[in-house]
């Protein structure tokens, strides 16, 4: 039996600099700009080991990923991957139930 692959929705940078331009009346490059700034202000605390938290939306942290091995499908080839921080984000409550009350 074959699978319909879920159509995939997008919206990009522009996309929201346009949307925040419509609502707060700001020019496309004052928008662009405190969306870019906003963007680089995270990832700089991230670098810097804050959490980012936007009540509202949701929690911007940095987890360590300890080492592991893992195996390569073809051959069980192992693999030594190296312990590493990655950036992880969760969501408030009130966001999850947003997102589930739109697929009802």
Request: a positive charge; aromatic letters at 6%; hydrophobic letters at 35%.
């Amino acid at each position: 039996m074959e699978q319909k692959k879920k159509e995939v929705k997008k919206l990009t940078k522009f996309d929201i600099i346009k949307k925040v331009h419509e609502i707060t009346g700001l020019s496309y490059k004052e928008t662009g700009s405190v969306i870019n700034n906003m963007i680089e202000v995270i990832k700089d605390s991230l670098k810097d080991d804050f959490v980012i938290e936007l009540r509202g939306f949701g929690t911007f942290k940095v987890a360590e990923r300890a080492a592991r091995i893992a195996y390569k499908p073809k051959g069980r080839e192992r693999l030594e991957i190296p312990e590493k921080r990655v950036p992880v984000f969760k969501a408030v409550k009130s966001l999850k139930d947003k997102v589930n009350r739109s697929k009802k």
